[in-house]
């Protein structure tokens, strides 16, 4: 038998630390977040109370090593952190998976150690992160982007817009995506870590959104901002690189996010159609609903093998591209079409407010949108596949 094969394992078993930190995340889920989640929603907000709690979990740095102050965990147990936050709240998925997926895997990865030992103690223990890439006129198209830098002496600076981005309201650390020169196209662009307080940086408005309304999605605004060369992540020009691979790793981790989501919903479908009755028994027991609830969990059992797959292949440094776009696309899709379901069960009560999967209903369509659009990663798939 060979090497691989005697230590394959089923993707849904986990190792005992990815256990343990799994059920305190669950539990955490439960206790802390559970109870915010309709006024969060409502307000659209995330108390800054709920974000410090998530620094003293250890889910604000997991792939930190402990050297710099982090869990030195995987990627597969940020996934962890994202599925369970997210069957809660979609809202806290994504805050802690745009600080773990991209921004802190970005530095870890092409950070020199310099910006490693700056910033990753910051991430990891007291600083929310975002990541701007996306502009009015790039999004799908991210490398038409318009942001400048110019070179000044020590500095680059920055002149721009940035739109969309996730976190922008709580960020104290920024990483930028800006064009050395927009003759060279993809090859002009340079990611840079900017600090919310440097001079000529400003958050801009917070878009009113459908779902994952406690997360802020902000405008940045870049009017001559001056960042010091040593704060160029990466090398001049190889942005595009650090934008391409951090983006195909974050996938999963919407993956995660949106499986997370599934389920939470499947959840409460399942509560609820016991307890609801109708012609003299729950609902539970018509065999119609029966078939609904199981066909959702054959989505949900699906999708997370997809998830689970993409991010053990990346963690074993194997090629996962395919995988990634596999999985979010997959995820983003059985996570509508079960909130839509848990909506149907509930009737009535599922268009209300006073119940909560209106809310996951709402929540789930942004993953078909961020990270790529559907259509990208089909795009991406049919590349694979046609060779
Ligand atoms: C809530 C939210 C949070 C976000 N967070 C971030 C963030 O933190 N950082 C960041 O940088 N960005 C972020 N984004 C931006 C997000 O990544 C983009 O919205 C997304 O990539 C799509 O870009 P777009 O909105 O410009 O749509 P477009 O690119 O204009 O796409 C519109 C439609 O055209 C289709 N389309 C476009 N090109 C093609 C093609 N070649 N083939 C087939 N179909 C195509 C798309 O699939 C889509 O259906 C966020 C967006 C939202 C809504």
Redesign the pocket.
């Known amino acids: 038998m060979s090497d691989t094969l005697e230590h394959a394992q089923p993707l849904t078993v986990l190792a005992e630390d990815e256990a343990i930190f799994r059920d305190s995340v669950r539990q955490f889920a439960e206790a802390q977040v559970r109870p915010l989640v309709r006024e969060m929603d409502e307000h659209a907000k995330i108390p800054r109370s709920l974000i410090d709690r998530l620094f003293e979990l250890g889910v604000m740095g997991i792939e930190v090593p402990e050297s710099h102050g982090g869990a030195g965990a995987s990627f597969f147990h940020a996934v962890l952190a994202v599925e369970e936050l997210s069957r809660i709240d979609p809202s806290i998925g994504v805050l802690v998976d ?1 600080q773990n997926t991209l921004v802190i895997n970005a530095i870890l990865r092409w950070g020199n150690e310099d910006l490693r030992r700056r910033y990753l103690p910051r991430l990891a223990s007291s600083s929310v992160g ?5 502009e009015a006129g ?5 490398f038409a982007l318009t942001s400048r830098a110019r070179e000044e002496g020590d500095t680059f600076v920055l002149t721009g817009r ?1 739109l ?4 922008g309201n709580e960020a104290d650390i920024f990483l930028i995506f800006a064009t050395v020169d927009p003759e060279a196209g993809y090859r002009g662009i340079t990611a840079f870590v900017v600090e919310r307080d440097f001079p000529g940086f400003a958050v801009g408005k917070k ?1 009113d ?1 459908l779902g ?1 309304r406690a ?1 802020s ?1 902000c405008e940045l605004m870049l009017d001559g901002c001056r960042v010091p060369k040593a704060n160029v992540l990466g090398e001049v020009g190889k942005g595009y690189k650090t934008a391409i691979e951090t983006l195909n790793e974050g996938r999963i981790g919407i993956g995660a996010q949106m499986i997370g989501l599934a389920r939470g919903a499947l959840e409460h479908a399942i509560k609820y159609t016991k307890e609801r009755k109708q012609f003299g028994k729950p609902i539970a027991e018509f065999q119609a609903v029966q078939h609904q609830l199981a066909r959702a969990a054959v989505d949900v059992e699906a999708a997370r093998l997809t998830v689970y797959n993409a991010a053990r292949l990346r963690d074993a440094g194997k090629p996962f591209l395919t995988e990634a776009a596999v999985c979010k696309i997959f995820s983003s899709e059985v996570a509508e079409r079960v909130s839509s379901l848990a909506v149907n069960l509930f009737g009535g009560n599922g268009f209300v407010k006073e119940y909560p999967v209106e809310k996951l209903f709402r929540d789930a369509k ?1 993953g078909q ?8 990663q089909l ?1 991406t798939i049919a590349k694979q596949i046609l060779g």
């Not at 975002?130 to 996306?134: D, E, G, Q, R």
């Not at 969309?164 to 976190?167: E, K, L």
Request: proline share 0%.
């Open positions: 745009v975002a990541y701007a890439l996306s790039s999004g799908s198209d991210a940035k969309w981005i996730t976190n878009e959104k994952i997360s999605t942004i949108i961020y990270e790529g659009t559907s259509n990208l795009q």
